[in-house]
């Protein structure tokens, strides 16, 4: 086949996923529980279908299984995430030898197959013993999260070059602190500001330690969710919306990892609002010396805003949104099973904003992806058609390419995800998957979209 839009030489084509969402046996192998764990063991109505983590999609068991199919789609590079309480149950002290087999089988297989293991330490899933500490809140939870980055180094990183701190580290303070939709539903805008700054002084901490245990050849970054925020209109107050949005959703994580500082006008806002964290002497430089080699950027949709309608109730708590109001742009087009507007020129503009304000930092495509609910109405002799999905990729890979035309630093891209996964709260309901999970059989089969993605990985293109 011709190709018109073909990826630099190298290009990381595969797909990310995370420990809780996919290997199961959450009770298994001497796995400490986790604050999924006990959340659902306390309200399991609050789970869609009541489906817990206890065996999502089983790779513990299947793995070796799994990776044949990533290497049968043409995956070379594959994100996965280490479970830090099933590596060290209850977050500090000893290492469970079960895990270090599991994860070492796991790397070696992916190794074998030619996929490279793209490895992430954190991605929303603390050691409930930590979270009953008070979590990220804590600065000796910061403490403990450096030691358990420490021991996945020393462990593994003589086969893993590619290692990120966290995942969507913003997801966790919306989520856990503002939002009520992670564990442990607090609502209190300062101490979801602590939970932030924890984070990324964690981060930054792991960062040190990598450099110090010097990896050979190895990168070390974040992932995060940059979502660009887009206002109503070029009226001076929607664009002062936006900016709100982008500092408070975007910049407050992107700054201090590609930069190593704060912005000003974010301390500026907290400091008004009286919701400044509590640091340390000393902080600033650790700041700026966990600084990222490398950044994934999680890509789904746009956030579209414009100014108040109505002031803030001066005494609810403080949140982002005192200061903007979600728009609903006219005639957009839409992801209605997951009620997300699909924007492709999204994946663009974040990276031209990378080139242009954030060094043009060497970033690849972490995640990016379509759920959809009921999948099984699209299946035409056994296999699911899922042409929407292939029109997904395709429409945002072309703008992807558009901006590495232009000299944006963009190394790969990555689907979320491989085969269907539990989604937190909302477990089996959208599906992201190349490969179709049979939630009670475990079984496996392609979708349409794996065969797509295969030809794409071949032809560097398409």
Same mark, same amino acid.
């Given at each position: 086949?011709?190709?018109?839009y073909?990826?630099?030489?190298?290009?990381?084509?595969?797909?990310?996923?995370?420990a809780?969402?996919?290997?199961?046996?959450?009770?298994?192998?001497?796995?400490?529980?986790?604050i999924?764990d006990?959340?659902?063991?306390?309200?399991?109505?609050?789970f869609?279908?009541?489906?817990? %983590?206890e065996?999502t999609?089983?790779?513990?068991y299947?793995?070796?299984?799994?990776?044949?199919?990533?290497?049968e789609?043409?995956?070379?590079?594959?994100?996965?995430?280490i479970s830090w309480?099933?590596?060290?149950?209850g977050g500090?002290?000893?290492?469970?030898?079960?895990?270090?087999?599991?994860y070492?089988?796991?790397? !070696?297989?992916?190794?074998?197959n030619?996929?490279?293991?793209?490895?992430?330490?954190?991605?929303?899933?603390m050691?409930?013993?930590?979270?009953?500490e008070?979590?990220?809140?804590?600065?000796?939870?910061?403490d403990?999260?450096v030691?358990?980055a420490?021991?996945?180094?020393?462990l593994f990183? !003589?086969?893993v070059k590619?290692?990120?701190?966290?995942?969507?580290?913003?997801?966790?303070?919306?989520?856990?602190?503002?939002y009520?939709?992670?564990? %442990?539903?607090v609502?209190?805008?300062?101490?979801?500001?602590?939970?932030a700054y924890h984070?990324?002084?964690? @981060?930054?901490?792991?960062? @040190?330690?990598f450099r110090?245990?010097?990896?050979?050849?190895?990168?070390?970054?974040?992932?995060?969710?940059?979502t660009?925020?887009? %206002?109503?209109?070029?009226?001076?107050?929607?664009?002062?919306?936006?900016?709100?949005?982008?500092?408070?959703f975007n910049r407050?994580?992107?700054?201090?990892?590609?930069l190593?500082?704060? %912005?000003?006008?974010l301390?500026?806002?907290l400091?008004?609002?009286s919701?400044?964290?509590?640091?340390?002497?000393?902080?600033?430089d650790?700041?700026?010396?966990?600084?990222?080699?490398?950044?994934?950027? /999680?890509y789904?949709?746009?956030?579209?805003?414009k100014?108040?309608?109505?002031?803030?109730?001066?005494?609810?708590?403080?949140?982002p !949104?005192?200061f903007? !109001?979600?728009?609903?742009m006219?005639?957009?087009?839409m992801?209605?099973y997951?009620?997300?507007?699909?924007y492709?020129?999204g994946?663009y503009d974040?990276m031209?904003?990378l080139k242009?304000n954030?060094? /043009?930092?060497?970033s690849?495509?972490?995640?990016?992806g379509?759920?959809?609910?009921?999948?099984e109405?699209f299946?035409r002799d056994?296999?699911?058609?899922?042409?929407?999905?292939?029109?997904?990729?395709?429409? @945002?890979?072309?703008?992807?390419h558009?901006?590495i035309e232009?000299?944006?630093?963009?190394?790969?891209y @990555?689907?979320?995800t491989f085969?269907?996964?539990?989604?937190?709260?909302n477990?089996?309901?959208?599906r992201?998957?190349?490969?179709?999970v049979?939630?009670?059989t475990?079984k496996?089969?392609f979708?349409?979209?794996?065969?797509?993605?295969?030809?794409?990985?071949?032809?560097?293109?398409?």
């Amino acid at each position: 086949m011709s190709v018109t839009y073909k990826f630099p030489e190298g290009f990381w084509w595969g797909s990310a996923t995370s420990a809780t969402q996919i290997e199961g046996a959450a009770n298994e192998g001497g796995k400490g529980k986790n604050i999924w764990d006990f959340w659902y063991s306390q309200e399991p109505n609050r789970f869609f279908n009541e489906v817990g %983590p206890e065996s999502t999609s089983n790779f513990y068991y299947q793995y070796k299984e799994d990776i044949q199919l990533m290497k049968e789609i043409g995956h070379n590079s594959f994100r996965m995430s280490i479970s830090w309480s099933r590596l060290i149950p209850g977050g500090r002290g000893k290492v469970n030898e079960e895990a270090v087999d599991f994860y070492n089988r796991v790397i !070696d297989e992916l190794i074998a197959n030619d996929i490279e293991p793209f490895v992430n330490l954190y991605h929303f899933d603390m050691p409930l013993e930590l979270q009953n500490e008070g979590g990220w809140e804590s600065r000796e939870v910061v403490d403990a999260y450096v030691v358990y980055a420490e021991e996945c180094f020393r462990l593994f990183g !003589d086969r893993v070059k590619k290692w990120f701190t966290f995942n969507e580290p913003i997801v966790p303070v919306e989520g856990g602190y503002l939002y009520d939709f992670h564990y %442990p539903n607090v609502v209190d805008g300062r101490r979801a500001v602590q939970v932030a700054y924890h984070t990324i002084v964690a @981060h930054a901490k792991a960062v @040190h330690a990598f450099r110090t245990i010097n990896i050979q050849d190895g990168k070390i970054g974040i992932i995060l969710n940059l979502t660009p925020s887009y %206002p109503r209109s070029q009226h001076p107050a929607d664009l002062k919306a936006a900016n709100f949005a982008d500092l408070f959703f975007n910049r407050s994580f992107l700054d201090p990892a590609v930069l190593g500082e704060y %912005p000003q006008e974010l301390i500026e806002i907290l400091r008004e609002h009286s919701q400044l964290p509590v640091t340390e002497p000393g902080d600033k430089d650790i700041l700026k010396a966990g600084k990222v080699d490398i950044l994934g950027v /999680n890509y789904y949709q746009p956030r579209r805003v414009k100014a108040k309608d109505h002031l803030p109730n001066p005494y609810s708590p403080f949140m982002p !949104d005192w200061f903007f !109001d979600n728009y609903e742009m006219p005639g957009r087009k839409m992801n209605k099973y997951r009620g997300w507007e699909i924007y492709e020129k999204g994946i663009y503009d974040i990276m031209m904003n990378l080139k242009e304000n954030y060094g /043009n930092i060497e970033s690849f495509i972490s995640e990016n992806g379509m759920g959809v609910e009921n999948e099984e109405r699209f299946i035409r002799d056994g296999e699911i058609q899922d042409d929407y999905r292939i029109d997904f990729i395709r429409e @945002h890979l072309k703008w992807l390419h558009k901006a590495i035309e232009e000299g944006c630093n963009a190394k790969g891209y @990555h689907l979320w995800t491989f085969m269907d996964n539990w989604s937190w709260m909302n477990a089996y309901k959208n599906r992201y998957g190349f490969i179709s999970v049979d939630v009670e059989t475990k079984k496996r089969a392609f979708k349409k979209s794996a065969y797509w993605i295969k030809e794409v990985s071949q032809n560097n293109g398409f």
